[in-house]
């Protein structure tokens, strides 16, 4: 299958800068409601595309009619599923988010390393949690190497990186990458921590996958869950945007515990926790939004 | 370090050269700006655009741009008020005035990201007021659009110094108040404070020109104050600083600003603030385009 965002403008319904269909609002509203993600308005357009493309499959002709598919008791769990596969098709590719590795190397690093600093092992622990076909994982680990000359200078790094699919694990380490996953990846990035397998496919070099360990994991597994100890940094995106009320409050705990104090939790870019979790701190970086579990610094400890 | 003595900040302020060129527009039109919106008269405000002719000409300009979507361009000045709106004449009149008062040439700043930032600030302060319930959202537009006049100031009666503060800013990474601080000895605030009480700007304005780094000063209009300081913390989280990284870190909801706001307004507790972050996202565009439209080309 074709990804979205490249054929987006050959699709059906409304092009960049067209009126779009009230409907579709109401379908972005329902979108967030229940799942947390949400689409601006200037990419209406996009999810009237993924909304076009679901109707066309299953033979509905106006948005309306989708409305009522999507908003009825017996169609609506299975079909919300669908259309959130839609919208987050596409959306992964390495260096997804250059404002979440910013804040990650300019702000939450050095106050990271300050903070722990006194500590005898100088170790970081990040977890990739739904990391799909690897490319967040590695995106990460090349980050960290970028800054084991400086920042990071005698630290050691561990990225844990899990999703509940075998096959997407087995992807993810062999770490092969064409054209549109490395769309937003500079040459300086592909020459340094790539080579090539053929004309058209890159490979992470064994350096960089030496940082990350994969495995499959259920973030529904409680037991398995519990065992996710002393992280540093916690990045879930569009993972929970499938879960439901219950499940997704009860994974964002896990969350919580794993995380050491003063760690944070990095959700997909149009994400919301909703207020699911009382216990984190919202936080705004520059061009982005995170999640942090206080320090112990200020409290009485 | 230095220190900068009250004193002699009000000394530099009264000598800028610029500001007996004020539009004489300007304070009839602050004043408009202060009445109820349903106390303005149409004729008041066309009679005002009129009075001058680079901001009749800036009006009319920004009334034929893309931007309002209009078949047909507006011929006369009643016309370009009409399509506009109060609103965003007033927008455009104070935008114009204020850009009049403090020509361009050798800022250290790049006006275009200062109007850019003010009017952002503006648009956010509006929403947020609007979002829990305040009773002035015209109060708080005009706060977020003068809450940083100090940096103009800055730019004209202390050229050399904020220079210097500006690039400590930009190679430290660090906010403008602060590198003011470091390098002047004093910031913004303080040279905004002596402006506004010399243009005769009413108190809760004042006191937001003054405070909204440090709420937690200012002895009225608190409220005021407080969304302001929030309302400019989101806006340089999200696309309408000073156009560089800030390493800043804002956990709004433990702000005790936003604490401030919370005890007049219940509804902050129903505010999701992620989305409403998402939503101020959508108009950031359009600040951009506005600017560019009040500007020209020469915005960065």
Same mark, same amino acid.
């Given at each position: 299958?074709?990804? $979205?965002?490249?054929?987006?403008?050959?699709?059906?319904?409304?092009?960049?800068?067209?009126?779009?269909?009230?409907?579709?609002?109401?379908?972005?509203?329902?979108?967030?409601?229940?799942?947390?993600?949400?689409?601006?308005?200037?990419?209406?357009?996009?999810?009237?595309?993924?909304? +076009?493309?679901?109707?066309?499959?299953?033979?509905?002709?106006?948005?309306?009619?989708?409305?009522?598919?999507?908003?009825?008791?017996?169609?609506?769990?299975?079909?919300?599923?669908?259309?959130?596969?839609?919208?987050?098709? $596409?959306?992964?590719?390495?260096?997804?988010?250059?404002?979440?590795?910013?804040?990650?190397?300019?702000?939450?690093?050095?106050?990271?390393?300050? /903070?722990?600093?006194?500590?005898?092992?100088?170790?970081?622990?990040?977890?990739?949690?739904?990391?799909?076909?690897?490319? /967040?994982?590695?995106?990460?680990?090349?980050?960290?190497?970028?800054?084991?000359?400086?920042?990071?200078?005698?630290?050691?790094?561990?990225?844990?990186?899990?999703?509940?699919?075998?096959?997407?694990?087995?992807?993810?380490?062999?770490?092969?990458? $064409?054209?549109?996953?490395?769309?937003?990846?500079?040459?300086?990035?592909?020459?340094?921590?790539?080579?090539?397998?053929?004309?058209?496919?890159?490979?992470?070099?064994?350096?960089?996958?030496?940082?990350?360990?994969?495995?499959?994991?259920?973030?529904?597994?409680?037991?398995?869950?519990?065992?996710?100890?002393?992280?540093?940094?916690?990045?879930?995106?569009?993972?929970?945007?499938?879960?439901? $009320?219950?499940?997704?409050?009860?994974?964002?705990?896990?969350?919580?515990?794993?995380?050491?104090?003063?760690?944070?939790?990095?959700? +997909?870019?149009?994400?919301?926790?909703?207020?699911?979790?009382?216990?984190?701190?919202?936080?705004?970086?520059?061009?982005?939004?995170?999640?942090?579990?206080?320090?112990?610094?200020?409290?009485?400890? | 370090?230095?220190?900068?003595?009250?004193?002699?900040?009000?000394?530099?302020?009264?000598?800028?050269?610029?500001?007996?060129?004020?539009?004489?527009?300007?304070?009839?039109?602050?004043?408009?700006?202060?009445?109820?919106?349903?106390?303005?008269?149409?004729?008041?405000?066309?009679?005002?655009?009129?009075?001058?002719?680079?901001?009749?000409?800036?009006?009319?300009?920004?009334?034929?741009?893309?931007?309002?979507?209009?078949?047909?361009?507006?011929?006369? =000045?009643?016309?370009?008020?009409?399509?506009?709106?109060?609103?965003?004449?007033?927008?455009?009149?104070?935008?114009?005035?204020?850009?009049?008062?403090?020509?361009?040439?050798?800022?250290?700043?790049?006006?275009?990201?200062?109007?850019?930032?003010?009017?952002?600030?503006?648009?956010?302060?509006?929403?947020?007021?609007?979002? =829990?319930?305040?009773?002035?959202?015209?109060?708080?537009?005009?706060?977020?659009?003068?809450?940083?006049?100090?940096?103009?100031?800055?730019?004209?009666?202390?050229?050399?110094?904020?220079?210097?503060?500006?690039?400590?800013?930009?190679?430290?990474?660090?906010?403008?108040?602060?590198?003011?601080?470091? =390098?002047?000895?004093?910031?913004?605030?303080?040279?905004?404070?002596?402006?506004?009480?010399?243009?005769?700007?009413?108190?809760?304005?004042?006191?937001?020109?003054?405070?909204?780094?440090?709420?937690?000063?200012?002895?009225?209009?608190?409220?005021?104050?407080?969304?302001?300081?929030?309302?400019?913390?989101?806006?340089?989280?999200?696309?309408?600083?000073?156009?560089?990284?800030?390493?800043?870190?804002?956990?709004?909801?433990?702000?005790?600003?936003?604490?401030?706001?919370?005890?007049?307004?219940?509804?902050?507790?129903?505010?999701?603030?992620?989305?409403?972050?998402?939503?101020?996202?959508?108009?950031?565009?359009?600040?951009?385009?506005?600017?560019?439209?009040?500007?020209?080309?020469?915005?960065?």
């Amino acid at each position: 299958m074709i990804t $979205g965002a490249q054929t987006a403008t050959t699709r059906i319904v409304p092009k960049v800068n067209e009126p779009v269909d009230p409907v579709f609002r109401q379908i972005r509203d329902l979108v967030y409601k229940v799942c947390g993600i949400f689409q601006l308005e200037e990419k209406l357009y996009l999810m009237a595309d993924a909304c +076009g493309r679901r109707m066309k499959q299953v033979g509905i002709r106006t948005p309306r009619e989708y409305w009522d598919l999507l908003t009825a008791h017996s169609s609506r769990e299975a079909e919300l599923r669908q259309l959130l596969n839609e919208i987050t098709i $596409g959306e992964t590719c390495l260096f997804r988010s250059q404002p979440q590795l910013d804040a990650l190397r300019k702000i939450i690093l050095p106050e990271l390393v300050q /903070e722990k600093t006194k500590q005898v092992m100088k170790r970081l622990r990040i977890w990739s949690a739904g990391c799909s076909t690897g490319e /967040e994982s590695y995106t990460l680990a090349m980050n960290m190497l970028e800054e084991s000359e400086r920042l990071l200078k005698g630290w050691t790094v561990e990225i844990l990186a899990t999703d509940l699919n075998d096959r997407s694990v087995e992807a993810a380490k062999a770490g092969i990458y $064409g054209d549109y996953a490395l769309r937003s990846t500079t040459d300086y990035f592909k020459r340094k921590y790539f080579v090539p397998v053929d004309e058209k496919k890159l490979q992470v070099r064994p350096e960089v996958k030496k940082l990350v360990t994969f495995s499959r994991l259920n973030l529904q597994d409680d037991s398995r869950m519990l065992f996710m100890k002393g992280m540093d940094l916690v990045f879930c995106c569009n993972v929970l945007i499938y879960f439901d $009320g219950p499940s997704k409050s009860k994974v964002i705990d896990h969350f919580f515990s794993n995380l050491n104090f003063g760690g944070y939790f990095f959700l +997909g870019t149009s994400e919301s926790l909703m207020k699911l979790n009382d216990n984190f701190h919202l936080v705004h970086f520059p061009g982005t939004i995170a999640y942090w579990k206080p320090s112990l610094k200020s409290g009485k400890l | 370090m230095t220190t900068v003595s009250a004193a002699i900040i009000r000394e530099r302020v009264k000598n800028i050269e610029t500001t007996p060129s004020i539009p004489a527009v300007f304070l009839p039109l602050l004043k408009l700006l202060n009445a109820p919106p349903e106390d303005v008269r149409l004729e008041e405000v066309v009679k005002l655009v009129s009075y001058d002719n680079t901001i009749a000409a800036q009006c009319l300009r920004v009334a034929s741009s893309p931007l309002f979507g209009l078949a047909k361009s507006p011929e006369s =000045i009643k016309g370009a008020v009409l399509t506009l709106g109060l609103r965003k004449v007033e927008t455009i009149l104070l935008t114009c005035c204020l850009g009049q008062a403090f020509p361009s040439r050798q800022w250290a700043l790049d006006p275009a990201v200062f109007w850019r930032h003010s009017l952002g600030c503006a648009m956010v302060c509006r929403k947020f007021s609007e979002k =829990i319930g305040a009773h002035d959202h015209d109060k708080a537009y005009m706060a977020g659009l003068l809450h940083d006049i100090g940096f103009a100031v800055n730019c004209q009666a202390f050229a050399t110094e904020f220079g210097k503060a500006v690039k400590h800013a930009l190679q430290e990474q660090i906010p403008l108040n602060e590198a003011e601080h470091d =390098i002047m000895g004093f910031t913004h605030c303080e040279s905004g404070r002596a402006l506004a009480e010399k243009w005769h700007l009413a108190d809760d304005i004042i006191q937001v020109i003054a405070y909204h780094h440090a709420p937690d000063l200012s002895h009225a209009a608190q409220p005021l104050v407080a969304l302001v300081h929030l309302s400019d913390l989101l806006c340089r989280m999200r696309g309408l600083g000073y156009g560089y990284y800030e390493r800043h870190k804002a956990d709004l909801l433990h702000n005790p600003a936003w604490a401030v706001l919370q005890q007049g307004h219940r509804e902050l507790e129903n505010v999701d603030l992620v989305r409403f972050t998402f939503e101020l996202d959508e108009a950031v565009g359009e600040v951009f385009a506005l600017v560019m439209t009040i500007f020209g080309t020469t915005a960065a």
